[in-house]
């Protein structure tokens, strides 16, 4: 069955960086295009990220575009978010999801998030 | 930029009810929207995509309708499974912006 996890959250200070990886399992992961939505505390959804299945094309967030970088490793079948810059707006449950077959569309499967908390 | 709109925020219903959640899109996405259920502590499930197809395995008493820019998500009726927070996103260009939320809770 489709699984994915994530990992690489934690305690950061403001202005510093963090990387997110979510390893994927299950499904021919180079097929699928990819998305990493997240979720502040008590706060609804917000998309942040997606990259085609090839990674030929990425689009980001207005909130995170400039200091945030999606990639993946095909080889890896893992997913990565390269933060940078990040400040408390930034404190969220991170989620990894993947869109459909070759595509970029809604996302059918969630991972179960990862924590991210930006605090001095 | 785009911007989705969703209402009512909450909704208060009882078992049984007919239910209806609106999405209203900035901009035309024609039907390149999809509806997604969040419980408590727990990641989102999708319901619906191209605003009217109904994901594997999701219940038919959930429906979705409209295009351009105003769309529907229909419950027929309320089950205690249903009471949840709702979202709709949409995914037409180089966005996937997501509205702020519909929770439905009991009466």
């Known amino acids: 069955q489709v699984e994915l996890l994530e990992s690489g959250g934690g305690v950061v200070q403001p202005g510093t960086s963090l990387r997110l990886s979510c390893v994927a399992s299950?499904?021919?992961?180079?097929?699928?295009?990819m998305h990493w939505v997240r979720q502040a505390p008590g706060k609804g959804l917000e998309w942040v990220a997606v990259i085609w299945y090839d990674g030929s094309n990425k689009y980001y967030g207005d909130s995170v575009k400039g200091r945030f970088t999606i990639s993946r490793d095909n080889s890896e079948n893992t997913l990565y978010l390269q933060m940078n810059s990040l400040s408390a707006e930034d404190t969220a449950l991170y989620y990894c999801a993947r869109a459909g077959v070759y595509s970029s569309g809604p996302a059918n499967s969630w991972g179960p998030g990862t924590l991210v908390t930006v605090s001095s | 930029d785009m911007q989705m709109t969703q209402s009512p925020s909450t909704l208060s219903a009882s078992v049984g009810d007919r239910v209806t959640i609106t999405c209203r899109a900035s901009q035309s996405i024609n039907t390149w929207l999809a509806w997604y259920q969040q419980k408590p502590g727990k990641a989102p499930k999708l319901l619906i995509y191209k605003a009217s197809t109904l994901e594997s395995g999701v219940p038919e008493r959930f429906s979705g309708s409209g295009s351009g820019t105003e769309f529907t998500l229909t419950i027929s009726s309320l089950q205690p499974d249903d009471f949840a927070t709702y979202y709709c996103?949409?995914?037409?260009?180089?966005?996937?912006?997501f509205g702020q939320g519909t929770k439905v809770d009991i009466k």
């Open positions: 299950g499904f021919i992961f180079s097929d699928y295009g």
């Open positions: 996103q949409e995914y037409s260009r180089y966005s996937r912006t």
